[in-house]
Structure formats: C-alpha cells, structure tokens
C-alpha cells in the first residue's frame, strides 16, 4: 500500500497547493482584483461643471451658460478611434482637422471618452442618437457652454474660456486639472478661473470587453457636477454697452471707468473688438487668423495693454511734483510768459504758437501751457522728475485683476537714457519733453485713470479692481489739502475757461485734461482723463482714441460716457476744455 | 432507502457515483451560467441543455458499461486502442481547427457536423491498453529496455496527438504513462532516468540550473547502476537534449512559442492569450470568498472572460462562487481522485488496478492543468475541464471512464492486493 499512500500524499498536497493558490487570489489579494474588474467594466464618463455665472454690478449677466452637447467616443485603443471616426464620418461631417484633435485628446486622456465636437449642434446629436446602435462607445451628454450676452462689449474685459491645452495641463496652476476640461483663456475668466471653475461629476458606465456601452452603471453613484456660486464684478454692463455702442467700428482706443474711491472697474473696453462667443467650445482657426491678420490688432486690449504717450494728461504730474518739492505753488509764475515756445538748446514749441502770456501754475494748467511746464520740469530737474513719477506710479502696472496688463514704460532714473541711448546719446532736454507727456513716457490708459483716481479724491490712488474686494488704496500724492483743493479747482477751471466746450454737458461739471499725443508717423492720438461729478467725483475715466487728432474729440466721448453713468445726478452745467 | 439498496445490491460503489453525478450537476449549472451574457448568443446560451443531453446519453452508455465485465473490458482494450490510433491518423489528414486554431486539427467532422476529437478516447484506449500490456509483465519493469512495450503503447498515440498539436493532450498522455509505470511498481529512480531528457529540455533555458540537474542526475545514475549502455543513454539523452534545447525552440510554431512565454510574463501579449490569463486572474480574485453570485459574475457577462463555457469555465466558479464555489469544486475533485485511487488499491487483479489509477491519472493531469492555467500557475494548454467544461465527446468519455470505475469497483470490492500493493 505504500504507492497507495505517495499517490494520496501526491494528491492532497496538489490540491492544498491549488488551494493556497485560490486563496491567495480570492481572500488576500481579492481587493486589488475587484478593483482590476472594476476598471475594467467601469467607464468615467466626465460630467463638465457650469462655470460660475458672472454679474456686473446690478446683477446683470455678463457670462452665462446655455444647454449644450459634446458627443465624444470611448476606445481601447486609438486605431479603434480612427476607425470610429471614420465610420462617423459616414454620417456626419467631421473634417481632418477634429479628426485630429479627437486622436490628440485620445492620446492625452486614453480612459476618458475622446470629445469629438464641444458642442454639438442639435441636428448632428439627433442624427447619431438614430443611428446609435451603429457606433459602440458613442456618448452623447449635455455640456454647458458659456454665453456672453454682450460679447462684443465684454472682450477686453471678460476674456473666453475654451479647451485646456498641452502648455496649461502641464502648468502648476492647472494642477488637478484634465485634458479636455474648459478653462478660461483670458480676462475675468483667466484670472478667477478657481473660483469660476465647475466642479467636475461623473457618470459611470458599464461597458463590454469590446468597449460597447451596456448600460449607466448602478454600482457607484454619479457625481452631480456642480456650480461655483456666481461672481459679482463692479462693472456697469449699461455703461461697457454705451462705450461699445459710441466707439464707432472704425475707431481705435480703449476706455477705463473706475469708481475713484474703490478702485472699482466701472468699464473697461477695448476698441476695435470682437465677438468672444466666437471664442466659446474652441475658435475657429479661420476666425482667429482673421483676428491675428487685422491690421487694427483686436486681440490686443488696449485699456491695458496699448501704452501711449499721456500727453496734456500728463501734466497734471508735474504740477504735483513740484508742488510736492515746494518749488511752486498754483500761484507761481515762471520767469519766461508763454511767447508760443521756450529756447533750451533748441526751441521747444507751445501747442498754441499765440502763447499764453504770463500765467500762474494753475492758469497753466488750464490752458495746458506747454512753455509754463517746460520751465516747471527745468526747476524741477530731470532726477526729481523721474523720482517723481516713479512715487506717482507711472513706471508700474496698476496691479488690476485681470491677466496680462502691460508696464508703462516710465524711466524710473537717468540709467535708462544711458542703457538706451548711450552716456552720450542724449541730454538733459528730455526733461522738457518728459514734463509735457512726451518722450519716453508710454502709459496705458488704466494706469491714467489710476493716476486720476487720486487727483479725484485725497490723494490716494485706488488699484483698480473689477471684482469687488476691499478697496486697497496708495497715499501717492504728498500734497496739503490746500495744494490738493487747488489743483482739483485748476483742474475744474481747465474745464469751465477751455477749449472743448463742444463737449459740455448740460448739468453736469466734469474735471478731466484732454491730451493730444504726438505718435508719429501716425496721426496724433486723442486723450481725455477726468472725473466727474467735479465736486464730488462718482467715476473716474479715461479715454484714447488713436488718431483721433485733437483731445477735444475723446473729451465729446468720455463726457457722454460720463453722462450716461451720471445720469441720475444731473444738476450742474459743464465744461471741458484742453 | 430503495435506490440505495438496490445500488448495493448491485454493488455499485455509490460514493463513487455520487460524486461524479454531483461533479457533473455542477458542470452542467456553470455552462449554463456561461451562456448567461448582457449581449445575446445563442450559440453559448443553449450549450447547457446540449450538455445535459450528451450526460444523459453518458448515462445510458454507463449503465452498458456497468452490465459488462472487467475482462470484457480487458478485451476490448485493444480494439479500441487500435480504432482510436486510426482515428487519430485520420484526423491528421480530415481534421479541423473547429475554430480554435486554424493550423490545429483536433476534430473529426462529417459534412460539417463535428463529431468529436478522436483524443479523447485515445486517452481512454491507451489507458487500458497500457493497462492491458503492464498487466501482462509478471515483474515490475527493472530498467529502461525493460519499458519498450508499455512506452511504445503510449509513444504512438501520443505522436500523433503531438503531430495536431495537441501539447495539452499530449501531456496528459505523459501524466498517464508515469503514474501508471509508478502504480506497476518501476522504481522512482527508473522514472527520474526516463523523465531525465524532458527535464533537461525544460531546464536547458537557464545554464546554471540545467548544470545543477544534471551533476544530480550523473549521481543518481552512478548511484543506481542501471546498465551501462543505458546510464550512458541516459547522460548522453540529456546532454543532447540539454544543447539542442534552443534550437527545437526554433522549431515550435510561434503560437506555441507564445503560449509558453506568456505563461512566464502574461504581459508580453495582453492582446491575446496573456489577455485571457490576465482576465482569467482578474474574475477569479474579484470573486472573493463569496463570489458575486451565480450568473452574476460581471467579467463573464461583460465577455471580459474568454472560452466561458469551455476551458476557462473555472474561472466563472471563481467568479460567480468565490472562494467557497472553488474549494467545493476541489473538494469533489480531490475526492474522486481519492476515492478511484481506493478503487485502484482495492482492484482483484492487475488489470483493472493499473486501468483505474490511469483513469485517475488522466483526470488529474487535466484538472491540474486546467485549473492551474486559470490563475496562471499553468501555462494555457486548452485542456478542459473534466464534467465541467462543455464539449460532448469529453463528457461522455469521462463517464466512460467512471462506468470503467464503478465496474471494477463492483468486482474488486473486499479483494485483497491484485498486484502486491
């Protein structure tokens, strides 16, 4: 019996081996294999979040979402894509290019469903629907999609959301993010994506070993996606619509409106625009050649990006800084009247060649003296003057809350000339030209109505902000509040003895400086920065006009826009001039 | 109890019987629960009721067996041994793939009609053939000449099993013929010097191993003194084998070649027979103690499974049953086995001893493969499942095979040794 017994042995120990085996498998290692099963039938499918809804500041919409359709497709593998798409491409039109792209998402996201169209129009989504059976793997699911009322008005400002790209996923700000997710691309958008962002869900579907879909799964719950709570901005949409409507199609320039005391963006349009719905679910690449080719560069925005030579608006700086040193005060004459031009060198000509005569600081500024401020910037000095605007803000951003705001340029000391022109490439002239808003002085015009904010009110600029925080506020004017009333009545004077009363609006005192910008060899810019009610300033703005040749021109604009913000306030008359 | 004594007054050996049927019942509710899929087929959905009725034809054929004697057996060994041999000869030349694989011909057909694969009793025939020729020798076989008859018994059919290729029949045919030599009483140092060559060919891919084995086997040899022609045989068999090792690697189809790196790395072919490996694991572990219950089990339904109701159905017990389902289908295994090798010991004669440990042999080498190939502990043969997987010509074999049992049981109960065991 002993081959009995070795047979018995041989074969307890085979199925104790076995057995061991199972239970390794089916007891201990039995989690990690569910979960292996799990993803095997188990399909995410994303559920993409509406974004947060953005308001201006009377509860207007500015960005909304309306229903939408993606139809993307699940693969296990990218030939099974390709042959998928080919086979869709039987039924609807779908060129090589989102061919393309389908392939590019697959690559990035194999596990989730490659998106074939963003967003779908009602006939594609109804013609696959029909034909379903045909295409394992096909998904179709609402997906919101942004809308912006206004679109063409809110361009500069609110920015678009589209596709998250290859660059951005990559990005530590995008961290946790998808590929095939929306986020915002620029503006408002870009710089409040976090708080905007929809919180992803997910439906889980069960799926076949060749990827057809069986059934929703029931297994794990889905996750509703969610909604951020919606983002108040403070701007005014009526007044944003206005800027749009007046800046004629063929204009160029930019308009910033801030509430002086807060920082408030009240408007902030760029001009020529676009319409960012375009924008939406991926830009056509035809549309946005268009948009790169335009000579007039709508894609830039110019209220924040477009830095131009301030001009008149400029002198309001240099008042102040001598001010500041004690050099003059508002009643200061200087030792040469206004004959039309001021020899220093050379002749340094008077935007009037009558002159202006003997004038005080703030008669100069009233009539924008050119020869009165050359003298000015001469007591002053080219280190002080520099020093000057670097405290006054000109040589930095405005730290506004949205993305890609441009530095003004603004030499911060005299190392600039010679980094740009050589020890000897220049001279001290440039002070004269500096006083006056010219040579190397280029200010956006969000950094103007900055500057004027603190003009507006006691001395403190406010950083402009389009979404309501607190007010942070700078103390960059060190004047008296006798120095300060004073330039706040010579700028009202400028106003009531000017030139531009074809701008007046009846009831209403606006304190604002035209400028005229020298660009050559375009034609000169147009400029107005001001405030308004005079007495007791609700908006701050600034306006230019690119070859609106004369500062009375962006002054007949900015009064209107003004007025219509104001309306409410009517009472007293006003007067511009330059 | 009037069944139960009417089974002993025939003295059927109703444990025996019972577990088979139980075995068989069993098989039966996991094909049926194979064919229990989220996308229709047909073809599979009716693969239970096509076997419930090939076990009640097996049933009928088993009654007949039973009515027949030990001897009668004894004789037809070989006729039929010499039928299947044929038959096996004719499937070289008729053959089909049956959809398998198209360059392996393993099924008889007539006008389309599968009839079975001829492999399937060869294993029956050369059972009791072997059976019928070991018996014959008064002495244990005392060295390797000694084993011409009952090797060339096994040689023939298992060459043209191997010429198909059928490699998981052909290592059933090896299993039988070692357990059987071991039953006959050959000394396990003979059996080592007869395996020797195959292992060297296994161990030849790694030199260091293969040097091991073989100092062990040239001290076994100088240690057991066989003849000297044949220690010399031997070593040179296993020298050979040992060097030509890669090159009859070469000569494997790359199907095979595949099949037996993928045993090693399921990995390397996740597409294919790594996928069903890899998809096997996965139902079984997912399984868990309880399993996710039966026709529930989501890798069969999703078809993440492969051969569900044929080869892998194992892995569906593992699924649907768990760990539980998968210790009951063993248990009844494991008593069969103990229960045939009982019969074996018990046999009055030599004959019917030998024949029964091979029929155990058999069953065990296809369990062991098959179920060991589901958790990859085997490399994937497609060997199946004896009263589990689907395939008529199988199932009626194996109840063959227990009517061979229940006979010789019913002659040899309450005998002293037949064979000196």
């Not at chain 1, 559920?47 to 947060?52: I, K, Q, T, V, Y």
């Not at chain 1, 719950?221 to 108040?232: N, T």
């Not at chain 1, 500096?434 to 950083?463: C, H, K, V, W």
């Not at chain 2, 046999?347 to 001893?353: G, H, T």
């Amino acid at each position: 019996m002993r081959r009995a017994r070795v047979a018995r042995g041989l074969l307890f120990a085979s199925f104790l081996a076995l057995g061991a085996a199972f239970f390794r498998a089916q007891v201990l290692e039995s989690a990690a294999y569910a979960l292996q099963a799990e993803s095997n039938r188990l399909r995410e499918v994303p559920l993409p979040g509406a974004r947060g809804i953005i308001y201006d500041r009377k509860g207007e919409i500015i960005a909304e979402n309306l229903p939408g359709y993606s139809v993307s497709i699940l693969s296990p593998t990218e030939d099974s894509l390709r042959s998928a798409l080919r086979t869709l491409s039987q039924v609807v039109t779908i060129d090589s290019a989102q061919q393309a792209l389908a392939v590019r998402r697959y690559r990035r996201a194999p596990t989730r469903p490659a998106v074939i169209f963003n967003d779908a129009s009602f006939q594609v989504v109804s013609v696959l629907e029909e034909r379903r059976v045909e295409f394992p793997g096909l998904i179709i699911q609402s997906a919101p999609k942004r809308y912006y009322p206004d679109g063409e008005a809110m361009a500069a400002l609110v920015g678009y959301t589209g596709e998250i790209s290859e660059d951005e996923l990559a990005r530590d700000r995008f961290e946790g993010y998808k590929a095939g997710q929306q986020i915002g691309k620029a503006g408002v958008e870009l710089e409040y994506e976090e708080q905007l962002r929809g919180r992803e869900g997910s439906r889980f579907v069960e799926v076949d070993a060749r990827n057809r879909v069986v059934r929703d799964a029931g297994v794990r719950p889905d996750v509703q996606p969610e909604a951020p709570p919606p983002l108040r901005t403070n701007i005014d949409l009526d007044l944003q619509k206005y800027a749009h409507d007046y800046f004629a199609d063929s204009l160029r320039g930019a308009v910033v409106a801030l509430e002086p005391t807060t920082g408030g963006v009240l408007a902030l349009y760029s001009a020529p625009s676009y319409d960012i719905n375009r924008f939406v679910g991926g830009v056509s690449s035809a549309f946005f050649q268009t948009l790169l080719s335009d000579p007039h560069t709508p894609l830039v925005n110019r209220a924040i990006q477009g830095t131009y030579p301030p001009a008149s608006t400029w002198k309001l700086a240099t008042a102040v800084i001598g001010l500041q040193l004690g050099l003059v005060t508002m009643d200061t004459r200087m030792e040469q009247p206004c004959t039309g031009g001021y020899y220093y060198g050379r002749v340094f000509k008077c935007w009037d060649k009558r002159g202006h005569g003997d004038v005080t600081l703030a008669q100069a500024i009233a009539k924008s003296c050119d020869v009165y401020f050359y003298q000015l910037g001469l007591k002053i000095g080219l280190n002080r003057l520099l020093a000057g605007g670097v405290k006054l803000g000109f040589g930095e951003k405005t730290g506004i809350d949205i993305p890609n705001e441009r530095t003004p340029t603004w030499p911060e000391n005299t190392d600039y000339f010679d980094r740009k022109y050589g020890a000897r490439g220049w001279n001290k002239s440039v002070a004269l030209s500096l006083s006056i808003g010219q040579a190397n002085n280029a200010q956006t015009p969000l950094n103007m109505a900055r500057f004027y904010t603190a003009l507006a009110t006691d001395g403190r600029a406010a950083t402009p902000q389009v979404v309501a925080h607190e007010p942070e506020r700078k103390q960059i004017l060190d004047l008296t509040p006798e120095q300060l009333d004073g330039v706040k009545l010579a700028l009202a004077d400028v106003v009531s003895r000017g030139t531009a009363a074809g701008a007046r609006i009846q009831g209403l005192t606006i304190a604002g400086k035209t400028g005229t910008a020298q660009v050559p060899p375009l034609k000169d810019f147009a400029w107005f920065v001001g405030y308004a009610p005079a007495d007791e300033p609700k908006i701050v703005l600034a306006i230019v006009i690119e070859e609106g040749l004369h500062g009375s021109t962006a002054a007949r604009v900015a009064t209107k826009l003004m007025e219509r913000y104001l309306k409410a306030q009517l009472t007293m008359t006003s007067v511009i001039s330059d | 109890m009037p069944f139960t004594s009417v089974l002993r007054r025939q003295s059927i050996d109703f444990p025996l019987l019972l577990i088979a049927l139980l075995l068989t019942g069993f098989g039966i509710a996991m094909v049926f629960s194979a064919g229990q899929i989220d996308a229709p087929s047909t073809l599979i959905a009716g693969a239970w009721k096509r076997q419930s009725a090939w076990f009640a034809l097996s049933l009928v054929v088993t009654w007949v067996v039973t009515r027949g004697s030990v001897r009668l057996i004894e004789w037809s060994a070989w006729p039929l041994y010499a039928l299947s041999c044929a038959l096996l000869v004719l499937v070289l030349f008729v053959g089909t793939g049956a959809g398998t694989a198209a360059s392996v011909k393993g099924w008889l057909s007539i006008g389309g009609i599968r009839l079975g694969q001829p492999a399937e009793l060869a294993k029956l025939a050369t059972t009791l053939m072997l059976a019928r020729v070991l018996a014959a020798q008064r002495e244990p076989p005392r060295s390797l000449v000694d084993l011409w008859r009952p090797l060339l018994v096994v040689g023939i059919p298992w060459l043209l099993v191997m010429k198909q290729p059928d490699l998981g029949t052909g290592i059933v045919f090896i299993g039988i013929c070692f357990a059987m030599l071991f039953w006959a009483g050959v000394q396990w140092q003979l059996l080592v010097m007869l395996a020797s060559p195959g292992i060297s060919l296994v161990l030849a891919f790694s030199t260091g191993i293969w040097g091991a084995w073989f100092l062990m086997l040239v001290a076994l040899v100088l240690w057991y003194r066989p003849y000297l022609a044949e220690g010399v045989v031997v070593i040179v068999a296993n020298v050979v084998t040992g060097v030509v090792a890669p090159l009859l690697w070469d000569k494997l189809k790359p199907y095979q070649q595949k099949r037996l790196l993928v045993f090693l790395d399921p990995s390397i072919d996740m597409k294919g027979s790594g996928y069903h490996v890899t998809q096997s694991k996965v139902a079984i572990g997912s399984g868990g103690l309880f399993g996710q219950g039966f026709t529930q089990g989501s890798q069969k339904r999703l078809q993440f499974l492969p051969e569900r109701h044929t080869d892998f159905i194992f892995s569906v017990v593992g699924e649907e049953l768990g760990f539980l389902g998968v210790s009951l289908a063993l248990a009844l295994f494991l008593a069969l086995f103990l229960r045939s090798t009982r019969v074996a010991s018990r046999a009055n004669d030599a004959f019917p001893s030998l024949a029964a440990f091979g029929l155990v042999a058999a069953w065990f080498v296809h369990v062991m493969v098959n179920v060991g190939m589901t958790l990859n502990l085997m490399p994937v043969t497609g060997i199946p499942l004896p009263f589990f997987s689907y395939g008529p010509s199988f199932l009626l074999v194996s109840w063959i095979a227990v009517a061979v049992l229940l006979r010789i049981s019913a002659e040899g109960r309450g005998q002293p040794d037949a064979i000196g065991l």
